[in-house]
């Protein structure tokens, strides 16, 4: 086991990184300093304390983040609650490159919208897939999304090799602007037209 030397909460040098916990970019230069006794000399390592969320990060001598920052982007406007688990499921997955696990949950996320928008349960994959594409909750060139999304998950689900990073990371911004297209921009209109009535409420009454 390696032995690393932890001292006390101290002035460490400015760190630049994300939070993985709050999402925050910043410039951390108060937490922990470790020294790793390693073969080729001491090397330092640290556990910055992020001051918007107060939670740990730790970085290696090699300059790597734990835990590492989560894949892609938060979506707004994902109104159930397994999908938007499902989600950032995947995101984790891919911040710590367990690839295959992440495109097996973006694999499952097509299962659970096609539920939720009123497929029945107990279908077998290709006809949630169907459902989704017969329903129009794919955009017009996105069924080549849909069709990779499947494609892949059914391998890593199937299949004894395992995803890449590159396939790992482009399945999941492909599914990202699926949810997007079903969920976030919906909810962008639905919010852009509540404000606009209650602006046109508020005027009738004003006169």
């Given at each position: 086991m390696d032995n690393i030397d932890w001292q006390h909460r101290q002035d460490i040098g400015s760190h630049s990184y994300?939070?993985?916990?709050?999402?925050?970019?910043?410039?951390?230069?108060?937490?922990?300093?470790?020294?790793?006794?390693?073969?080729?000399?001491?090397?330092?390592?640290?556990?910055?304390?992020?001051?918007?969320?107060?939670?740990?990060?730790?970085?290696?001598?090699?300059?790597?983040?734990?835990?590492?920052?989560?894949?892609?982007?938060?979506?707004?406007?994902?109104?159930?609650?397994?999908?938007?688990?499902?989600?950032?499921?995947?995101?984790?997955?891919?911040?710590?490159?367990?690839f295959t696990a992440g495109v097996m949950a973006c694999r499952k996320i097509l299962m659970n919208i096609a539920v939720s928008k009123g497929a029945k349960e107990n279908l077998k994959f290709v006809q949630y897939v169907k459902f989704l594409s017969d329903n129009y909750f794919v955009p017009p060139d996105g069924k080549e999304w849909v069709e990779h999304i499947k494609n892949k998950g059914n391998d890593a689900n199937h299949k004894i090799e395992i995803v890449s990073k590159e396939d790992g990371e482009e399945l999941l911004y492909f599914t990202e602007m699926l949810l997007t297209f079903i969920y976030a921009v919906p909810a962008r209109f639905k919010k852009a037209a509540k404000g606009k009535d209650e602006v046109s409420e508020s005027k009738t009454q004003n006169k």
């Amino acid at each position: 086991m390696d032995n690393i030397d932890w001292q006390h909460r101290q002035d460490i040098g400015s760190h630049s990184y994300q939070c993985s916990h709050c999402g925050k970019p910043l410039a951390s230069d108060k937490g922990y300093m470790g020294v790793r006794q390693t073969p080729f000399g001491n090397k330092t390592e640290y556990i910055c304390v992020c001051h918007f969320c107060h939670k740990p990060t730790y970085i290696d001598m090699d300059g790597k983040q734990y835990p590492g920052v989560a894949f892609g982007n938060s979506i707004d406007g994902i109104d159930n609650a397994s999908v938007k688990s499902l989600y950032e499921e995947a995101r984790s997955c891919a911040s710590v490159n367990a690839f295959t696990a992440g495109v097996m949950a973006c694999r499952k996320i097509l299962m659970n919208i096609a539920v939720s928008k009123g497929a029945k349960e107990n279908l077998k994959f290709v006809q949630y897939v169907k459902f989704l594409s017969d329903n129009y909750f794919v955009p017009p060139d996105g069924k080549e999304w849909v069709e990779h999304i499947k494609n892949k998950g059914n391998d890593a689900n199937h299949k004894i090799e395992i995803v890449s990073k590159e396939d790992g990371e482009e399945l999941l911004y492909f599914t990202e602007m699926l949810l997007t297209f079903i969920y976030a921009v919906p909810a962008r209109f639905k919010k852009a037209a509540k404000g606009k009535d209650e602006v046109s409420e508020s005027k009738t009454q004003n006169k």
